[in-house]
């Protein structure tokens, strides 16, 4: 029974179409072209002048069973989810994919560098390429929820989320832990902290006790690839966190906003706004965003 | 000529079904979910790519009564009814006694839509 190819979520295939029948019947070409290959190849290497090796004597070689330290086992590549080919401008690539019949859109930033920002972003300002609200504000004072750095600036501490995202020097790191050195980094590096909950820890969905459904939205590590991925259905945390785990993501917090105002501009400088376009009720002073602009 | 039937057989049990009974097959995780014309629903303890071998070496190009959508999804073309690409919606029915909402991408649905309708010119 021989395996399927893979497919694409945003690809369709008609099961026994003629196609894969002509597939088979032409098998018997490829094993003419294989020996015709080898037969070249052995003919090529017999006509090859000879190179004298010299000898080495009493080198240890590594026996079967013996452990080489040298030999590493390499993480399993992803096949990365952009299809787009660079334009040497800063874009989003946006791709949708359903994933466990949740509707997910995914934005993939291309030549883009990360920041954060406090207050309200000007909307008028054509060098964000992406804008989406990024850490909770509390309800009570307005301060800033987590730790939370700003350019070098630590405008907020504390640990009531695990996730954390850390910019530094364009390098987004996702992770989960108590305590992490990203925070001082940050702080020395002119780089950007902040804290939310966690939803994929390395591979593996993190369980959290919120109830409740909503549009949910993450940033996440793919392999390396950072992608933004946001529901169009209103979704529990847990079904969210596990469409993050089908789809191949490492580490994966939340970001706030649900329905906020935001936007990804693709590769053809079109705008994609997405979220409620009214200001919000209450203006929180300390409202942030994850901003993208092109890379200088 | 004989009737074909899909036949989907473990160590411990067996299905047997006329692929026209089959509306769609869902990916779920490691298993599959077969939602069935008399609106039963069966697990499969198969992943969704070896129920896709299964119908092509079993029911051959009769098989291609199946659309494999994106990784997720095989339904069957005749219970098509509705595909609107903007919300993504894809509503199998036999306009009778069932009608099951599936999602897809846009991409994979508008290919089926230009499909369908390429299918229906020839």
Known sequence: ????????????????????????????KWLVLLVAGIVIGIIVWQALPVKQEPIVEDIAEPGYFD????????????????HAEETGHGFVEIADTTINDIPLQIYIPHQM?????????????????????????????????????????????????????????????????????????ATEKQGYFFRQFPLVDNGQLVENELKGKSIRRAICDRGGEILIVETLTTESFHDFA????????????????SNSYGWATDA?????????????????????????KEKP | MLKKYLIIST???????????????????NYCNLVQADNETRLLTFQLGQIETMIRDQLGTEGNLFIRIGRGLIINRNYIYYINIQSQKLILSDVARFTHTVSASKEALKQLKDLIEKEAIE
């Open chain 1, 1 to 28: 029974m021989s395996k399927e190819k893979d497919i694409r979520d945003d690809e369709i295939r008609v099961i026994g179409s003629d196609d894969g029948q002509r597939k088979k019947s032409q098998g018997w």
């Open chain 1, 67 to 82: 452990h080489d330290s040298n030999i590493q086992e390499q993480p399993i590549q992803k096949t990365p989810l952009s």
């Open chain 1, 113 to 185: 560098s990360f920041s954060l920002y406090v207050g309200a972003v000007d909307r008028n300002d054509p060098s964000i390429l992406y804008a989406a609200q990024a850490a909770d504000v509390r309800a009570d004072n307005g301060g800033i929820v987590g730790a939370f750095v700003l350019k070098g600036e630590p405008l907020a501490w504390g640990l009531s989320k695990k996730g954390y995202c850390a910019i530094i020097n364009d390098t987004v790191t996702i992770g989960v832990a108590d305590n992490s050195p990203l925070f001082e980094e």
């Open chain 1, 242 to 257: 596990q469409a993050l785990v089908d789809l191949g993501i490492d580490n994966a917090i939340y970001m706030v906003g």
């Open chain 1, 268 to 292: 053809d400088g079109v705008r994609h706004p997405f979220g409620n376009p009214d200001p919000p009720k209450k203006k929180w002073k300390n409202i942030s965003y994850l901003l993208m």
């Open chain 2, 11 to 29: 160590a411990t049990d067996l299905v047997r079904i006329a692929p026209e009974r089959i509306v769609f097959i869902s990916s779920d995780g």
